[in-house]
């Protein structure tokens, strides 16, 4: 594969691996003091990736939210806050979510390529939309973020998307926050789904940092 963004992916998970519960509200699962690590992260990413369903489960404005930071980097020359992207197989996406109403950032869909002429329709000018081919091809999207000058992209979610950035080891590092509790719901999603994963007990990744934030506890994992 050609050039590509370095890829960070982060999340946070309760003991038994579940980034959410079966309710129709949002799970805590971190705390204030990790959010606002999760915004300097942010911060210092040119572009931030969620999939489909995680814009229409979630509802994420995906901005920074620190006043500081975003006039850090207006002050040096970039929008306020990272591009927005996000996958699509079926085209399912509302234009009045927040991912494209909340700020002012660029926004891209990489889309399967039957649903991009229907995406292109509905979402007019709001954001671009992009063929990624059928099925949607990460080595394409990160190849087509490198060329619009993406260098650090931060992924967050969901567990599909996950899974598919992992199995397909196009991760560079991994920051996961694990919770204190247990979720314990199988109809809950989590972390990753089922999957061939090349960094397995043969190949373990790096374990670079570990740190206590409050209650939760941050794993910070170098794949290459």
Do not use: W
Request: charged share 30%.
């Amino acid at each position: 594969m050609g050039e590509r963004p370095y890829v960070l992916l982060s999340c946070a998970m309760s003991v038994d691996g579940y980034i959410d519960d079966g309710t129709r509200d949002r799970l805590m699962l971190s705390n204030e003091e990790d959010f606002d690590r999760v915004d300097a992260v942010r911060a210092g990413c040119d572009a931030i990736l969620v999939g489909a369903n995680t814009v229409r489960r979630d509802d994420p404005r995906l901005l920074v939210r620190s006043p500081a930071r975003r006039e850090e980097r207006l002050a040096r020359g970039l929008p306020s806050s990272p591009v927005k992207v996000t996958l699509s197989t079926t085209g399912n996406l509302d234009p009045a979510s927040r991912f494209f109403t909340a700020g002012d950032a660029e926004k891209i869909v990489y889309a399967a390529s039957p649903a991009v002429d229907g995406l292109t329709a509905r979402l007019g000018a709001i954001s671009s939309v992009v063929d990624a081919g059928d099925p949607p091809d990460l080595d394409r999207v990160l190849a087509d973020l490198a060329g619009r000058g993406v260098r650090r992209l931060m992924v967050e979610g969901g567990g599909s998307v996950h899974t598919a950035f992992l199995s397909g080891d196009l991760v560079d590092e991994l920051q996961l926050v694990v919770a204190p509790f247990f979720v314990g719901d199988p109809g809950a999603p989590r972390f990753v789904h089922d999957g061939d994963f090349p960094r397995d007990f043969r190949r373990r990744m790096d374990l670079a940092d570990v740190r206590r934030i409050g209650d939760v506890v941050l794993l910070r994992y170098l794949l290459r």
